[in-house]
């Protein structure tokens, strides 16, 4: 059984949270961010100590980006809030899992099978 916390980032989510061209190259923002994550996967953040296992999910136009060690990117064949769900089931179970989204029903969806959730600013707060 995983020991460390479960870091579950909904990648469309948290790009759009911020106005900063994320749209022209969605692919590279999601890089941009798979790669912010990285340190967070080893020092963790202020009130989810290191190490993090972290899981970038990601859809659509950034589909196609490699993972980025330490941090593991999925891709969502359809709905990313569907894929976040899924991970969660599977590989949450016993485990302190945050799932880093502000869609209401994602929230709520992840909470039923006993996640935390944390908005985006929670791990971008700049």
Do not use: F, K
Request: hydrophobic letters at 45%; glycine letters at 10%.
């Amino acid at each position: 059984m995983e020991t460390e916390p479960l870091l579950v980032v909904d990648a469309a989510n948290v790009m759009g949270s911020r106005p900063d061209g994320w749209w022209r190259d969605r692919a590279g923002a999601a890089g941009r961010l798979r790669d912010a994550l990285v340190p967070i996967a080893e020092a963790g953040l202020p009130d989810l100590p290191g190490p993090v296992e972290v899981v970038l999910v990601v859809e659509g136009a950034a589909r196609d980006i490699p993972g980025a060690d330490p941090v593991r990117v999925v891709a969502a064949a359809g709905s990313g809030d569907d894929r976040i769900v899924e991970v969660v089931r599977s590989e949450a179970p016993g485990r302190h899992c945050v799932v880093v989204t502000a869609d209401r029903e994602l929230r709520a969806r992840v909470q039923a099978l006993g996640a935390e959730v944390r908005g985006p600013r929670w791990l971008r707060p700049d």
